[in-house]
């Protein structure tokens, strides 16, 4: 079935450093990215978004790149601080309207 | 103040018990999702709903039942057919636009576990 690879599923990076998580997925036809932090113990929280006709975004520190060709969109985090540490998970929608999620990539900042 | 609430936040089951875990909006949306989150797993689709009395099964809809009779509600029953129930619930919902590829907005989940 379809499925979305997330990487790394651990990242550790220095406070101040950047941090890049990537995503690959399968179905040919998904045109909507989403990203989402989770804090523990809470739900997930969109961070950024990005659609099939753009290559890239940004929001302050945050951008996500898409690579449609390849089938991998990424997440970028610069200068790094340490409310950044969390759970982040890559999706993407499929042909039915559903959004299928990665695992996961907990992100440690270190001091 | 819009958004979604879940409740319980923690809530217990015996052996052979059903419970229901409640979820609402107040952000006029379409569609409603249910998911179980398991440490390592990611979130898993349990069951969505588009439009007020229908809904379709996810990927792991075996041992849940829901019912979607207003918009603004869709509660989750875990029966007593799910084996392994403990988890972290997660409700989502989302406005259902062109092709249905419209964010998807989460509660603040429900852990359940098994006494």
């Known amino acids: 079935g379809e499925n979305v690879e997330q990487h790394p599923s651990t990242l550790s990076v220095q406070e101040g450093d950047s941090a890049v998580i990537k995503c690959t997925y399968s179905d040919s036809a998904s045109n909507y990215f989403p990203w989402y932090k989770q804090e523990l113990g809470k739900g997930p929280q969109l961070i950024i978004d990005i659609r099939s006709n753009v290559g890239e975004k940004k929001d302050q520190r945050i951008a996500v790149t898409l690579n449609k060709t390849a089938k991998h969109f990424s997440l970028h985090i610069t200068e790094t601080q340490p409310e950044d540490s969390a759970v982040y998970f890559c999706a993407a929608t499929l042909r039915d309207d559903k959004i299928i999620f990665g695992k996961g990539t907990r992100l440690h900042i270190l001091p | 103040d819009g958004g979604i609430t879940q409740s319980p936040k923690y809530l217990f089951r015996k052996e052979g018990q059903n419970v229901t875990l409640s979820c609402e909006q107040n952000?006029?949306?379409?569609?409603m999702y249910w998911y179980r989150q398991d440490p390592g797993q990611g979130l898993r689709l349990i069951y969505y709903s588009q439009i007020v009395n229908d809904f379709q099964k996810g990927d792991i809809a075996e041992g849940y039942s829901v019912s979607r009779e207003k918009k603004e509600s869709f509660p989750l029953t875990v029966t007593s057919a799910q084996k392994n129930p403990t988890a972290f619930y997660l409700c989502?919902?989302?406005?259902?636009?062109?092709?249905?590829?419209?964010?998807?907005?989460f509660g603040p989940g429900t852990r359940l576990l098994v006494l």
């Open positions: 989502a919902s989302s406005p259902v636009g062109t092709g249905g590829r419209e964010t998807q907005y």
């Open positions: 952000l006029n949306h379409d569609a």
